[in-house]
């Protein structure tokens, strides 16, 4: 049996994880922000799968968050395989709309944070020869869309760099870039999504296990629907200056309002 530690895991793609890994007899180490919520989700997941489910109360925006995360990650007697880094969020707003605060926020939980866990883990995992890090990035990464966006290209560019770093360690690293998925991600940053079309829309279980699959099969990048692999596909021919124009003209279309 292995344990599967789960950063952001008490609601969408990161619950939708937890789910199906338990299901398949993983313990799991369960980090969110709120003890309740973790607590609550820990109990169900004992009772429904007779695994165990450690709760790490952490808030990844702080250094004191990230470093008892990284902390569990390098424990030897009780070792994490697998690594599922997805604690994310979104901010309302064009830039400069949005405070230097949160931006500098979102640049800490999506960038330093997936920086520091992932270097805990694949250390330990190195030891052992064997692991496998799940960094959850956006078909954002793929087009010019602010921050967020950027943060989440350095997500897949960093993720697949240190995939090749560690060829043949027996520990496997994959991005995972999915595309709108119904989860609180939306309403907690205050948007509204009744304008986003229906066949945009993913379901967060189905995802992750098209996710797992890929990541079995070696993939250092998964794009986990036909639809969105079309669709990033067509915007690898766009020039990038009308790119921009395009996905910022989307965005207004079927971003937040």
């Not at 989700?41 to 968050?65: C, K």
């Not at 907690?188 to 098209?210: C, E, F, Q, S």
Request: proline share 3%.
């Amino acid at each position: 049996m292995t344990t599967a530690l789960i950063t952001g895991s008490t609601a969408g793609i990161g619950a939708a994880f937890a789910r199906r890994l338990a299901a398949g007899g993983h313990d799991l180490v369960l980090v969110a922000r709120d003890t309740k919520r973790l607590r609550e989700q820990a109990t169900e997941l004992h009772d429904r799968h007779g695994i165990e489910a450690e709760v790490l109360t952490a808030d990844l925006a702080t250094d004191t968050g990230i470093e008892a995360v990284a902390a569990r990650l390098g424990e030897r007697r009780s070792p994490v395989d697998l690594l599922i880094n997805n604690a994310g969020f979104g901010n309302k707003g064009r830039f400069l709309d949005v405070s230097m605060a949160d931006e500098l926020t979102m640049l800490k939980v999506h960038c330093e944070a997936v920086l520091r866990l992932t270097s805990a883990a694949t250390a330990a995992m190195r030891e052992r020869g064997r692991g496998g890090v799940v960094n959850v990035a956006s078909v954002a990464a793929f087009v010019p869309r602010g921050t967020y966006g950027a943060s989440k290209a350095w997500v897949v560019q960093f993720t697949q760099g240190v995939a090749k770093d560690l060829a043949g360690s027996g520990v496997r690293l994959m991005a995972l870039c999915p595309g709108f998925v119904r989860t609180e991600f939306h309403e907690r940053a205050g948007m509204g999504t009744d304008n986003i079309p229906n066949w945009m829309w993913l379901d967060a279980d189905k995802l992750v296990t098209a996710a797992l699959d890929d990541l079995a099969r070696g993939k250092s990048l998964s794009i986990p629907d036909p639809r969105y692999k079309a669709l990033m596909g067509a915007a690898k021919l766009v020039p990038r200056g009308m790119l921009g124009g395009i996905t910022s003209r989307t965005g207004r279309k079927y971003g937040p309002r």
